[in-house]
């Protein structure tokens, strides 16, 4: 399948018309440009980058990517040691009045502010109890993954999940 898509991608020519997959065509205007979108930063509101760099690294096994001063603060990323050229994790930081509204609203309402996958929520649930970390959602078998939601001790819930196995 993916094949098939960049062979489609590099047969697009401005001014052509791109037929779709449901039969319909759509005209590719000049300047057109066809790209694939990758996430390569994401954040978390953090009340405090240091305690927060701590957590996600001792706790949570992540590695300091980045740690840039900037003013007060730091651009401080983590990444998973799996992935360390993988998508970035930026712990920032609450300075702004909106982010710390916005993170207490989530957490009011127990949505969690981000979600990581891991290999087993249960095994992954027991080690995280006992190193100490609070669940407000123990695993929960949801259909298509099971999931926990812990506190991350700096303002946010945390869903780890992992994919249910296909049958």
Known sequence: MEDRIKDTFARIVPGQNLLRD???????????????????????IVDDQAKALAFYTDVLG????????????????????????GPELLLEP???????????????????????????????????CAAGVEFTQPPTDLGTVVAAVFDDTCGNLIQIVTPAPTP
């Open 22 to 44: 449901d039969g319909t065509q759509t005209e590719i205007g000049c300047g057109a440009s066809v790209m694939r979108m990758r996430i390569t930063l994401t954040n978390v």
């Open 94 to 128: 609450a300075a702004h009045p909106a982010s710390k509204t916005f993170q207490e609203a989530l957490t009011a309402d127990g949505l969690p502010s981000a979600q990581f996958t891991v290999d087993d929520v249960h095994a992954e649930h027991a080690r995280l």
């Open 62 to 85: 992540f590695q300091k990517h980045q740690d840039v001063p900037v003013g007060d603060y730091s651009w401080l990323t983590v990444v998973s040691p799996e992935q360390p050229d």
